[in-house]
Structures are given as C-alpha cells and as structure tokens.
C-alpha cells in the first residue's frame, strides 16, 4: 500500500476492486436492465430474486410460505453461482406485500440462514413486479477472494 499527499488530501493506493457481473445458468432472463448479482472485491451484491421458476412463472400460488421457499431457492442459487453462501451472507432485505406475513415465512428464513443471522431489513410493499408474487429478497454477502 502506497500513500500519495496532494495538498489537503491524502491519498491511500492499494488493491484496485474489479467489478464482475454474475449471470446464473437456470435463472430466468432479468425482466429489466439488470443482472442477478455483481461481485465487486469480497462483496456481493444480489438483485431482488422472487418466487419464480427458471420460466419465469410464479411458483406457490397465493402461498406465501411456498413462494418464500422458493425465492430463498433462487438466492441461494446466485449466491451459490458466485461461490458463496448464505453463510456468507451480511445483510439482507425482505419485501412483503403484508408485513403480517412475517410471522409464516420466518421458519423458512430460519431453515436457509441457519445459524447465521444477518443484519436485515424488512419492508412492507404495495405490489412486485412478478404479478402474484408476494416476496423479494436482496442480499449482501462477503465472499473470499
């Protein structure tokens, strides 16, 4: 690591973060201009993944726990792609159509997580893009180099 004064302001060159979008095989194509996760040094960023089958069709019905189950699916899926886990993962944000939901899919989140339990945001919204769909889930994982 070098450091660089100029002026007021220093400045620390070290490792230089290359930034790697990640596509998985078996996930369906973003329905926006999007990709399902991108890795930039340790971190790993996941694009909200919802109940869908690598079709693109909604899986569960109106069933939230199913469709829980199955967006957890399609996390661990890219996280899996990237070479990680969700052991690995720092942080995460759920979106419920009804935040009363959250009591019927913590045992699903309970079953992925483990005994890791990450920072976590909960967010109650008014629809998905996937109509039907009623959960979305981010996250933030840090993945060795």
């Known amino acids: 690591?070098?450091?660089?004064?100029?002026?007021?302001r220093l400045?620390?060159?070290?490792?230089?973060?290359?930034?790697?979008?990640?596509?998985v095989?078996?996930?369906p194509e973003p329905i926006s201009h999007y990709t399902d996760a991108v890795r930039v040094g340790d971190l790993l960023f996941v694009s909200g993944c919802v109940p869908v089958d690598a079709g693109g069709r909604l899986v569960g019905g109106d069933d939230v726990v199913e469709?829980?189950?199955?967006?957890?699916a399609n996390v661990g899926a890219v996280l899996e792609a990237a070479g990680s886990s969700f052991?690995?993962?720092?942080?995460?944000?759920?979106?419920?159509?009804?935040v009363d939901d959250r009591a019927k899919i913590?045992?699903?989140?309970?079953?992925?997580?483990g005994?890791?339990?990450?920072?976590?945001?909960?967010?109650?919204?008014?629809?998905?893009a996937i109509p039907?769909?009623?959960?979305?889930?981010?996250?933030?994982?840090?993945?060795?180099?």
């Not at 690591?1 to 007021?8: A, F, K, P, T, V």
């Not at 400045?11 to 596509?23: Q, S």
């Not at 469709?67 to 957890?72: D, K, L």
């Open 1 to 8: 690591m070098h450091e660089l004064r100029l002026h007021d």
């Open 106 to 113: 913590n045992p699903v989140r309970q079953e992925v997580f």
């Open 87 to 98: 052991a690995d993962v720092a942080k995460v944000t759920i979106f419920l159509t009804d």
């Open 67 to 72: 469709q829980a189950r199955q967006t957890f």
């Open 132 to 145: 039907g769909a009623k959960i979305e889930v981010e996250a933030v994982a840090v993945v060795g180099t």
């Open 25 to 27: 095989a078996g996930m």
């Open 11 to 23: 400045i620390i060159l070290g490792t230089v973060a290359v930034r790697e979008e990640i596509r």
């Open 115 to 128: 005994e890791t339990r990450p920072a976590s945001t909960l967010v109650e919204v008014s629809r998905l």
